[in-house]
């Protein structure tokens, strides 16, 4: 995993990919800026893991290039749950319940993400609220998607 000057993603991504994305798309430059300099922006290769089962949950990404495999380990191997795609939050669920993470997640090719610690989430509230309140209706939507994704699986127990 290598951290990215956030100053060199135009070398990655499109000049309107944040428009794109569905965790930015309604909100201001200005707040994306300030989440992109106040978090950690890190470049991960195929394969790489990004969280592990277990792990204290304090902090979440979103994805900004490539594909997250979303995964519960067991003794056959990976149980996929879903595949994350840019502009989706990551890991956000756990961060908020306060919890050890449920799930792995690992590069499924080369990407990028955004990671934003709790600390730096409160700060954006305190920062701007309204675009705050934005942010937080797409991370929630991302939640609602992926928690159904994993709602009623065959053969799972419900937590």
Known sequence: MEILDPATLHEYLAADAFEQMSAFGALSQSFVAKLLADGEVLKLTAGETLYRKGDTAESFFV?????????????????????MKAGE???????????????????????????????????????????????????????????????????KPQN
Not at 63 to 83: N, S
């Open 63 to 83: 994805l900004l290039r490539g594909q997250i495999t979303v995964y519960d380990g067991t003794d056959g191997g990976k149980d996929v749950i879903r595949t």
């Open 89 to 155: 939050s990551v890991g956000f669920p756990a961060m908020i319940a306060l919890r050890p993470r449920r799930f792995s997640g690992d590069a499924a090719d080369d990407c990028i993400v955004v990671k934003v610690s709790s600390q730096e989430f409160a700060d954006l509230y305190i920062w701007d609220p309204q675009q705050f309140a934005i942010f937080f209706m797409s991370l929630s939507r991302d939640m609602s998607r992926f928690l159904s994704d994993t709602a009623g699986r065959p053969g």
